[in-house]
Structures are given as structure tokens and as C-alpha cells.
């Protein structure tokens, strides 16, 4: 399985740099799945605070506009401003960064199931801000590197807001596993929708 290590630079610029190493490299189809487990977790260990709705209102934010340009060529994406979550907060993954607070997803196989499931480990400390910049850092991360995360992402990240609203608070134990399995559900409908629109409209102008 893979080990994804995720640390801090200590420094006092306005733009925060987070440094991800992965070994071996996750899967492209499995990066949306974990990610959405490492939401789901830090979502409900943050709690109702301002550090969690800040969190939710920065990836919310920028699904909202990506919503509709997810569809576009890569450069007129990059021209809207959209490879970039955060501008606040930049991703490294050069080794000789000196970082501190290292914390460490590891996928695992779950018996029974297709999907991987992760465990992952903070330092008892780590501030809630560190936290929640783990999770925008890993997601800018495989952003960057897979065009498949990039279409993914917005449309998970619209489901999210729809359970932690009508089905449950991301604060119960419960969402940690639902929320992800509830945003997969909703992507993999949407995209079959989308798939038998577009063979009609093939057979149409056949």
C-alpha cells in the first residue's frame, strides 16, 4: 500500500508550503477516495469551529467555480486561476525542504472491500490550522498531478455539502465512512447520467 507524509515549513511568509512525499505511488482512481477519508476524518476531529467552517468554505468556494469550467481545456482551466485551491498555501514535494509536524497517511487494504481504506497519524499537537491545511495541501497535491483528480474533485466536493446539510454533521462518528461512500455514490451517478446522455444524442445524430 502507499505512505503519504505530509509536513510544515516553519516560516512567517504570508504563503504557507506544505512538502507531501508519496511511497509507492496511489493509484490515479484511488487518490479521490482516499483524499475524501482524510476530509471526512479531519472534518469530524476538528469539530464546530471556525477552523472547520473556514476549511469547508474554501474548498466549497472554489468547487462552486469550478463546477462549471470543469469540462474545459486544461490551459483555459489554469488561465481562470483554478489549479490553485489556496494562494495562500503552496505544495512542494522537493525532499530538502525543511519541514516540522510530519504526519503520515497510510492506505490499507479493508477484506472484503475494492476501496483502500487510510489510517492516518498527526502529532498529538498539531494545531487545527495544520489540519485543515493538510487536507487543502493533499488535495492541491494530486490536483497537480492528475488531470482525473481535477474533474473529480469538484463534483465530490458538491456531495460533501449536500450530506454534512440533509444527512449528517460531519461532528458524528458516522460521517467519517459515509461521507465519502455517499460523495463516490453521487460522482458515479452522475458521470453514468452523463454517459447515457451522451449516448442518445450519438444515436440521435446517427
Known amino acids: 500500500m502507499t505512505d ?7 516560516t512567517d511568509s504570508a504563503i504557507r508550503r506544505i ?9 490515479e482512481h484511488e487518490q479521490i477516495w482516499a483524499w475524501g477519508l482524510c476530509y471526512a476524518q479531519i472534518l469530524n476531529q476538528l469539530g464546530e469551529t471556525p477552523v472547520a467552517d473556514q476549511l469547508r468554505e474554501t474548498l466549497d ?15 483555459k482551466i489554469h ?8 494562494s495562500s498555501l503552496s505544495v512542494t ?3 530538502d525542504v525543511l519541514t516540522e ?13 475494492d476501496w ?7 502529532p ?6 495544520r489540519r485543515a491545511d493538510l487536507v487543502v495541501g493533499l488535495a492541491q497535491y494530486f490536483l497537480l498531478q492528475n488531470k482525473l483528480f481535477l474533474k473529480e474533485l469538484p463534483v465530490h466536493l458538491m456531495a460533501y455539502r449536500k450530506f454534512y446539510t440533509d444527512v449528517m454533521p460531519p461532528g458524528d462518528p458516522g460521517s467519517q465512512e459515509q461521507a465519502p461512500l455517499y460523495a463516490l455514490n453521487k460522482s458515479l451517478e452522475l458521470y453514468d447520467s452523463m454517459r447515457r446522455t451522451f449516448d442518445r444524442q450519438q444515436k440521435q445524430s446517427g
Not at 19 to 27: A, G, I
Not at 79 to 86: E, H, K, P, Q, S
Open 93 to 95: 514535494d522537493q525532499r
Open 61 to 75: 468556494g472554489w468547487a462552486v467555480q469550478m463546477a462549471s469550467k470543469m469540462f474545459l481545456p486544461l490551459p
Open 116 to 122: 483502500p481504506g487510510i489510517q492516518l497519524q498527526t
Open 101 to 113: 509536524d510530519e504526519c503520515v497517511l497510510s492506505t490499507r487494504i479493508v477484506p472484503g472491500r
Open 19 to 27: 512538502k507531501v512525499l508519496e511511497h509507492p505511488r496511489l493509484p
Open 124 to 129: 498529538d499537537m498539531l494545531a487545527a490550522a
Open 79 to 86: 488561465a481562470a486561476g483554478l489549479l490553485v485551491i489556496d
Open 4 to 10: 503519504i507524509r505530509i509536513s510544515f515549513e516553519n
